[in-house]
């Protein structure tokens, strides 16, 4: 039996980014007023997932599930949202 070590790191990061801006001119009798509205969103997301095996029965066996032995394993999920409101006179 062949002693190769064979890992699997599967991530998926989903980052995203919004941001609007209006720009507003109004006009009061003599007056003019300007102002800026906006709003800003952002959003990252990570998963990774990790798996270790050991023991394949020759070097044509690729997949995990041909490991004699799984021995390790591990998952992680981060999350950050960040919402903001703005605006200008």
Known sequence: ML???LVQILEHML???IQTTILYTIKVSAHTIDAT????YQQSQTLTNYI?????ASDSYK???SAATKSDGS?????????S?????
């Not at 270790?52 to 394949?56: A, K, T």
């Not at 409101?85 to 006179?89: G, L």
């Open 37 to 40: 509205l906006g709003m800003g």
């Open 85 to 89: 409101y703005f605006a200008q006179k």
């Open 52 to 56: 270790e095996g050991f023991g394949f």
């Open 63 to 65: 997949k995990l599930a």
């Open 3 to 5: 002693q190769e070590e």
């Open 15 to 17: 980052p995203i980014t």
């Open 75 to 83: 998952s992680t999920e981060t999350n950050y949202r960040f919402v």
